[in-house]
Every structure is written in C-alpha cells, then in structure tokens.
C-alpha cells in the first residue's frame, strides 16, 4: 500500500475508549511503529460531562486517547473532519428520513471516514496499515485468493455486520486486534495491565450527533424544516388518526403512535409522498422478500447462479436462511426460507457463510 520501511508502522483510530486504546498497545508489542489518530466529526453542542459517557467524539475522549499514545510513546494527532463528517454521513441520515428510509449511521461513518479519509491520510504519513478496534476478523485465504473478513471470536461483540462494505485492497491493509479475544473482559484485563486511564471506561452507546437519541429533533434543529403532521392509516388505506410528522416513525415502532386501537398496530410503511404513516398488526410485518443495492462481495466474485447463505437484516438480528440472486441490472434479489419481521429500506443486509463475511449491500425495498 505504502512505503517499505525497516519498522511497518501502523495509523491506529483512537476514539479514547478501551477497545482502541488495546488495540494500539498489542500493535505495539508486535513491533510496529504506531500512529494515534483522533478524528474530531461532529460538536453536539451538549454538555461535555453529558456526552463523554455516551458518545465516541467528545474531548473528554480525545484527551484519553492522548493519553494513552503518551504513555506508550507514540505520535497523536487529532484530524479535523467535520466538514466531510456532516457531508458524508450526517447529510446522508437526513436524506435517508426524508425518503422514507431508515438510515445506519455508524456503518456510514465507518465507510467514508475511518476507511476513506482515515485511509488516505495513512498514506500520506507512510503508515503499511490501519487499526481499529472493531470486533471482527481478517484473514488471507491462499485458496481463493482472496481476503476474508470473518466474525469475532467474541459473537456477542461482533462488528461484521458494519464492515461488509471493505473492498480487497482495504482489507489488505487493515488490521483488527481485537477479533481473537473470546470476551469484553479479557479487554479491559489488558487494559489493566498497562493500567490505561480508560480500562473500565463505559462503551459509548449512542449516535455521536444525536446523543440523546431524538432522531426527529436533530433533524429538525440540523435542517431548520417543520415536518408536517399527517394521517395514520390500515392496509386499507382507513384513517386512523394523525401523526406528528413522518420522519419520527419506522418500520416495526409500535410506542409513541398515539393512538388508542383495538388492537396492537404497527407502522409496516410510509407513503412520503402522501404524507401518511401506514399501520398494520404484527402478523402482517412479515414478509419473505427483499431487494438490495450498493453491495459489496468479499468471499466470493459476484455470483452468476442463485447462491444459498444466510442473512442479517439488523445488527442485532438473528441471521436467517436466503436464496441470493444477482439481477441483470446489478441489484441483489433475496428469499427468505421463513417470513422476517420488519425489513427496512435503508437497513443493510448483510450475507454470511459460517464466519465468513460473504458480503453485503443495502436494503432497497421490501
């Protein structure tokens, strides 16, 4: 990828959490030359105690990560990338909402800022590869030919999921120290260890611009838009009430609807251009089909015939049996062997074969 030097040296991502922080150490220990590397992405404008226990990008967080590069002798930058942050990944949210689509945007940020940005500044410090403290795993496989990426030994951390995107240069040149540990304490013991500042540190849960998790809100503040109420209805297209602006609703929500029914509703879609939220009971959220676009093979080349694998359609969802088949215009048609609950457009979809990241794309319709 870089220069060929005496020491490979490696641009570690440091968010100030644990799982970086160990990441850069055991990189260390393999004789690397280490670059620590903060990226600045997004000012909530919260207050500063308030956000550092939820998010990833506060200064709080920045000062840990420098920190630990101190303590174990490495260079620390921080990289101003707010611009391309909103442009990139916060820009891409409000127009996912706006279309009626339910956005992921950590997989964005990880797409277009650690192995876009990040990647290109590894460069141009000579750096031989990236780090990152992602739960997953990457591996060259000599029979294929080809880089693989792999779930973490850790199932319940793993981070695939949001990975599927990297390309074979990428995974090349990219390294995820974490994906041999067996659990998130064996983590934080390696932290201790070295006694880092963040070894028990809480892991950030929420989106780093929206940190109080009032999507609605955020994008009426970021856009200066009023979204305007309109109806509820069935299947049928019956009125069942009113609801206060369509970007505050998605596929599966069945809290916060406001209304008093016979019976348990849930939104099953929305018609944007209508303005109306369309409601149907549980059974009625199944369904067996989708059709995906922007996908990514890794394992394999785009196949030719039907392939059979299984499939995540949410983080944190089980992975279900599906017949994959590339159309002739370039999107992904997929079959479930059993009905799935909730499909959402603008979900990813992502395939695995055993461990193995078959590859992914991004859910276009249901």
């Not at 305007?228 to 299947?235: I, K, L, M, N, Y």
Request: charge should be negative; include cysteine; glycine fraction near 8%.
């Amino acid at each position: 990828m870089l220069f060929t030097k005496d020491k490979p040296r490696a641009l570690i991502a440091m968010s100030g959490g644990v799982d970086s922080t160990v990441s850069a150490a055991i990189m260390c220990e393999q004789g690397y030359e280490c670059i620590g590397v903060n990226m600045k992405l997004h000012d909530t404008g919260k207050d500063e105690a308030e956000q550092s226990c939820k998010t990833c990008c506060s200064l709080a967080d920045a000062e840990d990560a420098r920190s630990v590069c101190h303590k174990l002798g490495m260079k620390f930058y921080v990289f101003n990338f707010s611009e391309d942050f909103d442009r990139q990944v916060v820009d891409r949210f409000v127009c996912a909402y706006e279309n009626g689509r339910t956005p992921n945007p950590c997989i964005d940020c990880n797409k277009y800022m650690k192995f876009s940005k990040l990647y290109d500044r590894a460069k141009v410090l000579g750096c031989d590869v990236i780090v990152t403290g992602h739960y997953a795993r990457i591996v060259y496989d000599e029979q294929r030919g080809r880089w693989l990426l792999l779930k973490a030994k850790n199932t319940a951390k793993d981070q695939s999921y949001v990975l599927y995107f990297l390309n074979q240069e990428q995974l090349a040149h990219t390294r995820f120290p974490l994906g041999d540990f067996e659990s998130k304490e064996q983590v934080r013991q390696y932290a201790s260890k070295y006694d880092f500042i963040n070894a028990r540190k809480h892991d950030s849960q929420d989106i780093c611009f929206v940190p109080d998790g009032k999507y609605a809100d955020f994008l009426t503040e970021y856009t200066g838009k009023n979204y305007p109420c309109g109806e509820f209805v069935d299947t049928k297209g019956n009125v069942l009430g009113q609801h206060k602006g369509i970007v505050r609703y998605t596929i599966g929500q069945r809290k916060g609807l406001g209304l008093a029914l016979p019976e348990s509703m849930y939104v099953k879609g929305k018609d944007m251009q209508k303005n109306q939220v369309i409601l149907s009971t549980n059974e009625a959220l199944f369904s067996t089909h989708l059709i995906a676009d922007s996908f990514n093979w890794i394992s394999m080349d785009e196949p030719s015939e039907p392939i059979h694998v299984k499939a995540k359609t949410r983080y944190q969802a089980k992975e279900a049996d599906v017949t994959v088949t590339v159309l002739e215009n370039g999107l992904v048609d997929l079959t479930f062997d059993q009905p799935q609950r909730a499909l959402t457009p603008g979900q990813a979809v992502v395939l695995y074969d055993g461990e193995i990241v078959v590859g992914g794309g991004v859910i276009r319709e249901t």
